[in-house]
């Protein structure tokens, strides 16, 4: 975890700012420690990812969705470079862009940007390769790790574990968000994308895809 982070970082449940708490090293990424709100609720971090998931907060069914993937991106550690072949192209025409270019001239004039369900990075990598911006990706799963694995290098990415219909930022924080074969995964996929929206700058957009049978 980039330690810059901690400024724009918000408690999930009440949207309370954070200070770092633990013993840490001076220069470097934050590997472990923990996150505190002003009201005393702790979170870990681990890996280098702040785990911001409130489980006692979960609505019915969100427990086993968070489970499912948790262990489906464990066992498949190396899916992010495995699909890039296919998947950078798929993206890129489903949206309508085309190129990397196009996408690039979209991307211009962003400033925060957020890969909601990011799993192992592919868009948040994809987003910063791309435009000036800060990248911010949230994942529920564990799997979020991988991402911070193979990407923790990227000087303005940024990787959280968090579930987007409670995300740890300000209202308004982003000018881009990106939700791809994400929301409808969630309880309540019209509340999730109604949760997504309060984060979005007045003029930002946002992109999303949900699928009923997966091609």
């Not at 785990?51 to 066992?75: C, H, I, M, P, Y």
Request: glycine share 8%.
């Amino acid at each position: 975890m980039k330690r810059s982070l901690v400024e724009f970082l918000r408690d999930p449940v009440n949207q309370e700012p954070f200070t770092l708490v633990g013993e840490q090293p001076a220069t470097g990424e934050v590997m472990s420690g923990k996150l505190q709100s002003a009201s005393g609720q702790k979170y870990d971090i681990i890996d280098g990812v702040p785990n911001l998931v409130r489980a006692d907060q979960f609505a019915e069914g969100q427990k086993e969705t968070v489970e499912t993937f948790s262990w489906k991106w464990d066992k498949a550690k190396s899916y992010r470079t495995a699909t890039l072949g296919h998947y950078r192209q798929w993206y890129l025409d489903r949206y309508g862009f085309g190129t990397e270019e196009k996408l690039a001239a979209f991307l211009k004039d962003k400033r925060r940007i957020l890969d909601a369900g990011t799993a192992h990075g592919r868009d948040a990598e994809l987003y910063h390769n791309n435009s000036t911006a800060q990248v911010y990706g949230v994942d529920i799963s564990s799997g979020i790790r991988n991402a911070y694995r193979d990407l923790q290098k990227l000087d303005r990415l940024n990787l959280v574990q968090g579930d987007l219909a409670r995300l740890p930022y300000p209202d308004g924080f982003f000018d881009f968000i990106g939700c791809d074969q994400v929301i409808h995964h969630t309880p309540n996929t019209r509340e999730s994308l109604n949760r997504l929206l309060k984060k979005l700058a007045v003029g930002g957009h946002v992109s999303f895809y949900v699928y009923k049978k997966k091609g």
